[in-house]
């Protein structure tokens, strides 16, 4: 059974910039060729840049990565998704493409970048890489002032044009701000920490307010967040899965792989033309129905239109 599939998180448009990568080069662990192989509907593309760049160097890499997307992503097979209703225009055969952020750094504290990039079809943004920045505290800040001012700013406008807010890679605190202030909350790539205690991973509380505020959560295929080791199985990850749904979240799980953006592998989910191998595996757990949600329905019931 083939099942369509909406991978929230990819690096690969950091991989093109960085490494000099082309879209058709096989070493990607996404391009059209494996998308279409791993049946997906639509892709996330994040702009992520190094933060130890100077700031003009990082507002360069976001917009080569941007010109990545555009000259060489987007096809006739593969579209671009600019607005939500967009999903509705995908025709069969079509992958949609939908550009998000991770780290806000290169905005450099100007809003401006936030109408920028939304202008370049940004739908989804998330304040803070693994450290803090104008917007907000990372993952390994050892400040307790969470989301600031800059970044209440742009969660205001984020609500006012119904784009996402990424809870993925924020500190704690700031992701508690972030479910105070954000009308539309996601985690794009996030396990549970009860099944592996890892930092980047969601405590219980956490998956908790993700449930009560109606936010997706999107599990992420790294084994060192699986398990904490560079060895994990499918079964490994589907744990996680378990276990959100064992919280009342079954309904707002997805998928986010960070395929180009993880040097270890889940062996036979190595690359986006393998995501069916996941699909089969989860068959064997779930309902046909549960899978497909899984997979792509439940991100689509709950888009912020």
């Known amino acids: 059974m083939i099942i369509p599939v909406i991978d929230l998180h990819c690096d690969a448009l950091w991989r093109m910039q960085q490494d000099g990568h082309r879209f ?98 940004v739908l989804s943004i998330g304040l803070t890489w693994n450290y803090s920045n104008e917007a907000a505290d990372g993952l390994h800040s050892t400040s307790q002032i969470g989301v600031t001012p800059f970044g209440k700013e742009i969660i205001k406008l984020n609500n006012e044009h119904r784009l996402f807010t990424d809870v993925t890679h924020l500190h704690e605190r700031s992701f508690w701000d972030v479910i105070e202030h954000a009308d539309y909350v996601i985690a794009s790539h996030s396990n549970a920490m009860a099944i592996c205690n890892h930092e980047r991973n969601l405590n219980d509380a956490q998956i908790r307010a993700m449930i009560e505020k109606n936010a997706p959560i999107h599990v992420v ?23 959100i749904c064992s919280l009342g979240g079954k309904h707002l799980i997805g998928l986010g792989s960070d395929f180009d953006g993880i040097d270890v592998k889940i062996p036979h989910l190595e690359h986006a033309g393998m995501h069916q191998n996941l699909i089969n595996e989860l068959l064997k757990h779930y309902s046909e129905q549960e899978v497909r949600g899984f997979a792509a329905a439940n991100f689509l019931k709950h888009l912020p239109k």
């Not at 398990?227 to 589907?238: E, H, P, Q």
């Open 24 to 121: 058709d080069d096989g070493l990607l662990d996404i391009n059209a060729d494996k998308l279409r192989a791993g049946n997906l509907m639509a892709q996330a593309f994040a702009v992520y840049v190094y933060p130890t760049l100077t700031l003009e160097e990082k507002r360069a890499a976001a917009f080569k990565q941007i010109a990545h997307f555009q000259q060489e992503v987007l096809s006739e097979q593969v579209v671009h998704i600019k607005k939500w209703t967009d999903f509705d225009k995908l025709r069969p055969g079509q992958t949609g493409a939908f550009l998000t952020i991770e780290g806000v750094d290169f905005f450099g504290g100007d809003i401006d970048f936030w109408h920028q990039f939304r202008e370049l079809g």
């Open 221 to 243: 295929y790294y084994p060192e967040f699986i398990n904490g080791t560079n060895r994990a199985s499918m079964t490994d990850l589907i744990r996680h899965i378990d276990y």
